[in-house]
């Protein structure tokens, strides 16, 4: 079988190693990820010295996860993913980020509101080894997954072209998709699959070529952009000492910091939000206007690390925060939409990365099943492939849809309020840490839900509901 992934970002890359892992290998399988951007050089601890005189374009910086600064948590979920899929890679990218042990929350009038754990140990088995929440770098995930799969499948797994469209043959059995793409030279290419995987991020080409140019299924800016970068300077006693990440909510915003990597590196990673009505504004703004901004709204905020890092720190990173309207499908006949290209969430919900990596994870295990399954030995591979999409929607729709609506909810928290909202917000922190079943009662047990969902399960319950399993051995290979 012939697959190309579209995007050699986080859904991407781990994709192309699941696919790697799990694939039966009773076929030939050849699997080529095409990434529109090359790695950019310079890495986060150099970062003022590559724009000293801040007139960067917003538009690179906001382009592609290959280059975007900025930071993010990957979840104790997307961590299992990583173990699942390999231990040398799971412990590569613990030791190139900085493992958040607990989320301390902060009032910008300096009151603590509390601190959680984010280990996963509470809910989960006995013997299940711990994960927690992994701060890092953008880049630093990034790279940590191009090295393995570089080091274990060589430079060409990964092709640096911009795929520019595709178009499927009705009249072929096999090979039916011909992507279009540019290679580094502008000159134009074609290659053919009997599979396309679009993990393009959230201006996906692949979603094009499936809902058209139709409005109703493009994101929407949201008037919000993350923006970010990294300070080099000592790891402050509240994050060091505590193992933290620290979340600070005021009446003028949000704010939050931690180490980007090791303690010992010195990359102290902030990140806030920066509100412009159109994405035009963007793309106009200089970075000194947005660090302008910040310590406007902070200047009354009573947290000195957060005056620091205003007052010294180079905005690095601008992404801008899109809605993603809900899709009725993620894919159809050899086409399929993982990560962000399938359903961009709110920020707020720190599980971009993770839902991504269990994207990856189901998709890849839920092809290898089928394919390794008797009956479909059989069947021409453009059934099972259209099967596996079919089944992927099916499991991955519900969870996504879950995490993305309680997203939405809490979004609005980091919006500018007036004081007694403000007030208000902090007595309502204050209580959800404190008294954790109040937590439970009004948002679920999001600990549990989040951290217990497994990916194997889910796809043996969504099989063993199918109508097309019927009579079909129970004892999977993969699958358990
Ligand atoms: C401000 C902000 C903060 C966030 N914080 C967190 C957090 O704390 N925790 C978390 O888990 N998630 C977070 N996220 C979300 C997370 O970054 C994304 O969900 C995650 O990167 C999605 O990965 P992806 O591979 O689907 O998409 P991307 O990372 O966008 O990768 C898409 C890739 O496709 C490439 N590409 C695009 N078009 C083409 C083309 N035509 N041809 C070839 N290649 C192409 C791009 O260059 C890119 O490398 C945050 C997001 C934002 C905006």
């Not at 090359?38 to 382009?63: C, G, K, M, T």
Request: net charge neutral; glycine share 8%; hydrophobic share 35%.
């Amino acid at each position: 079988m012939r697959i190309i992934i579209v995007g050699g970002g986080i859904a991407g890359m781990s994709t192309y190693l699941h696919l790697r892992k799990h694939l039966p290998s009773h076929s030939e399988h050849d699997i080529t990820i095409y990434e529109s951007h090359r790695p950019r050089s310079i890495v986060s601890s150099s970062r003022s010295q590559a724009h000293p005189n801040q007139s960067v374009n917003l538009n690179a910086l906001s382009e592609s996860t290959a280059i975007v600064g900025g930071g993010l948590g990957i979840s104790p979920n997307g961590m299992r993913v990583l173990r699942d899929l390999s231990l040398g890679l799971h412990d590569r990218v613990v030791a190139q980020g900085f493992p958040a042990e607990h989320f301390i929350f902060k009032g910008a009038n300096g009151w603590s509101l509390g601190m959680q754990s984010t280990s996963d140990k509470a809910v989960r088995a006995k013997d299940d080894a711990e994960e927690v929440c992994i701060a890092s770098s953008r880049h630093g995930l990034w790279t940590t997954l191009r090295q393995y799969i570089v080091e274990e499948y060589g430079e060409e797994a990964i092709k640096h072209k911009k795929v520019l469209k595709l178009v499927r043959r009705l009249d072929l059995p096999t090979l039916r998709l011909q992507v279009y793409m540019l290679d580094e030279q502008g000159r134009k290419q074609v290659d053919n699959a009997d599979l396309v995987i679009g993990a393009d991020g959230v201006k996906s080409v692949v979603r094009n070529a499936l809902f058209g140019d139709d409005e109703k299924f493009q994101p929407i800016y949201s008037g919000q952009s993350g923006v970010g970068g990294f300070h080099n300077t000592t790891i402050p006693p509240i994050i060091a000492d505590n193992r933290a990440m620290v979340f600070e909510f005021g009446g003028s915003g949000f704010f939050g910091y931690s180490s980007g990597g090791p303690i010992s590196e010195k990359q102290l990673m902030w990140w806030s939000t920066f509100e412009t009505s159109t994405l035009h504004n963007i793309k106009a703004v200089d970075p000194r206007d947005i660090r302008h901004a910040l310590s406007e709204r902070h200047k009354h905020w009573k947290d000195p690390i957060i005056e620091d890092i205003v007052s010294n720190a180079d905005v690095e990173s601008i992404y801008p925060t899109w809605i993603m309207p809900e899709l009725p499908h993620w894919g159809k006949r050899g086409v399929v939409l993982i990560g962000d290209a399938a359903h961009a969430l709110d920020p707020t919900t720190g599980q971009g990365a993770s839902q991504a990596l269990e994207d990856s994870q189901v998709f890849s295990l839920l092809l290898a099943e089928l394919l390794d399954r008797e009956c479909y030995g059989q069947a021409p591979d453009r059934f099972t492939i259209d099967k596996a999409i079919k089944v992927f929607y099916e499991i991955r729709h519900p969870r996504v849809k879950t995490i993305s609506d309680r997203g939405k909810k809490l979004a609005g928290r980091k919006a500018n309020v007036g004081i007694v909202k403000e007030y208000f917000m902090y007595c309502f922190i204050w209580l959800l840490i404190k008294f954790p079943s109040i937590g439970k009662a009004l948002l679920s047990d999001v600990n549990r839900e989040l951290y217990c969902w497994s990916s194997k399960e889910s796809i043996r319950e969504a099989l063993r509901n199918d109508r097309i399993d019927d009579g079909i051995n129970e004892q999977s290979r993969l699958i358990g």
